[in-house]
């Protein structure tokens, strides 16, 4: 299995711009969710996931969009990039049952750097 | 709103020796999750270990072991017989659905 994977590692962009910042998972996670790691803060939920088709909003949501069309997909889309979205994003997935202790697995983080 | 402090931004300790780091959570229920994770340099975010709210056995993954105290709602993170590799972020995170997680502490591993 090739776990958790975000592409790309590393990405410049110019204020105002658009992209999608790509996770996908083969360990058919019902959970998946998308973080944010700012410097001297620890990482800060944007939105998550449950399953295909549903997506909810996290502690940060505002400036990005997601969406879950596959149990193995779940971008992260930034509409319009602003200089305060500067941050190595993480993708996560865990099992959605609860039983089985909620460990989640986290991808390599993507660097994004807004200009 | 769950909130996780980790109070310690940077810890020091020497080689073979014993640390431990502190973390406070609020939280108004009474089963979840709480973790340990590492990050190193290479920023992959690494389970140390793992504690189930309603087991009052504390957790112990070889040298690493938790201090749960669910009243008081602490949950320390102990490593024992320091080792280089040891050095790194550790964050202390909290789980019901989602997941939250402290600031962060800053670990050094002194020769």
């Known amino acids: 299995n090739a776990g958790v994977t975000q592409t790309p590692k590393f990405q410049v962009l110019k204020t105002g711009q658009s992209m999608t910042l790509q996770c996908a998972q083969d360990?058919?996670?019902?959970?998946m969710s998308w973080y944010r790691q700012d410097p001297g803060m620890g990482l800060r939920l944007i939105h998550y996931?449950?399953?295909?088709?549903?997506?909810d909003q996290g502690e940060v949501p505002n400036g990005y969009n997601v969406s879950r069309s596959t149990t193995e997909d779940f971008p992260l889309r930034l509409l319009s990039a602003a200089p305060s979205q500067t941050s190595v994003y993480f993708c996560?997935?865990?099992?959605?049952?609860?039983?089985?202790?909620?460990?989640?697995?986290f991808g390599p983080g993507t660097r994004l750097l807004v200009l | 709103a769950q909130t996780v402090t980790q109070s310690q931004p940077e810890m020091s300790v020497q080689e073979a020796e014993t640390v431990t780091l502190s973390c406070t959570y609020d939280?108004?229920?009474?089963?979840?999750?709480l973790f340990w994770y590492k990050q190193p340099p290479s920023r992959q975010m690494i389970l140390v270990i793992r504690?189930?709210?309603?087991?009052?056995q504390n957790a112990t993954e070889n040298r690493f072991s938790v201090n749960f105290q669910k009243a008081a709602k602490s949950f320390s993170l102990k490593i024992s017989d320091s080792q280089l590799g040891d050095a790194a972020m550790y964050f202390c995170?909290?789980?019901?659905?989602?997941?939250?997680f402290g600031a962060g502490t800053r670990l050094t591993v002194k020769p």
């Open positions: 996560a997935s865990r099992p959605r049952d609860r039983g089985r202790g909620e460990t989640q697995y």
């Open positions: 360990m058919n996670h019902e959970y």
């Open positions: 996931s449950v399953g295909a088709g549903i997506t």
């Open positions: 939280t108004s229920e009474s089963d979840y999750y």
């Open positions: 504690q189930e709210a309603y087991k009052q």
């Open positions: 995170a909290y789980s019901i659905n989602d997941m939250r």
